[in-house]
């Protein structure tokens, strides 16, 4: 059994200040959640505030919203994988889709990151998803089996097995269009036979695929129950305390 795990990805929101009044309700609102593995990715100049806050919080973790690939060095304005660290954040998410589009990324670069944080000890969220005009071309398996074997070449057993995929489709994300459960469910599958082929199907079947796109707490329950969507990675609704937590607990009551 894979144990689900719920992110929130805040993108360029939430001030220090913002972050306070959010966990001071979130945190209310879990404190007694253990059943599904939580993930606060805040932006960078929010990160050691949040982990100040989580001190003594067991069961929700920190995650970064990118990394370079280098360790140190002249990259203005890069974080590296052991300045994430030291603000106790496991998780990074790497190769969003706003990152692809909007900053140049390519799956030669996710795949360097990706070797890099398994290196420093981050778990990687490495995301993959086609655009519309993709989908309409009937190309979904064919851009997700590039961006897959792009994205995570090189990699042994073992750091597959502590990768996180996060199944995006560039079309579902802010939205408010879901994919259908059906859609999704789909190309988590795929995904999963494609792992199969890269390492084998013990390994695939341990890898835990996230569905991001619109997820809202209306529509958590008939996506996570799927049996190949093991978790979410949530934009919008996350920013609400109530909202976010209420995503959390209906993954976890399933
Ligand atoms: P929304 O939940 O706002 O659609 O964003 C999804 C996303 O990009 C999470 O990384």
Known sequence: MRRK??????????????SDSYLDTFLREVAEEKRVDIVLVPPFTALSHVSQRLNNVQNVKLGAQNMHWEKGGAFTGEISAAMIRELFARYVILGHSERRTLFGET??????KTKVAHEGSLKPIVCIGETLTERDANQVEQVLEKQLRGSLAGLDAKALTE??????????????????????QAAHAFIRKVLA?????????KVRIQYGGSVKPGNTAELMSQPD??????GGAS?????FAEIIKLTAAL
């Open 107 to 112: 799956d030669e670069t996710v795949n360097r």
């Open 5 to 18: 795990i719920i992110a929130a990805n805040w993108k360029m929101n939430m001030t220090q200040n913002e």
């Open 197 to 205: 082929e890269m390492s084998d199907a013990a390994t695939a079947d």
């Open 229 to 234: 969507i093991d978790g979410a990675l949530v």
């Open 163 to 184: 990768t996180v995929l996060a199944y995006e489709p560039v079309w579902a994300i802010g939205t408010g269009r879901t994919a259908t459960p059906e859609q999704a």
């Open 239 to 243: 920013l609400v305390a109530r909202d």
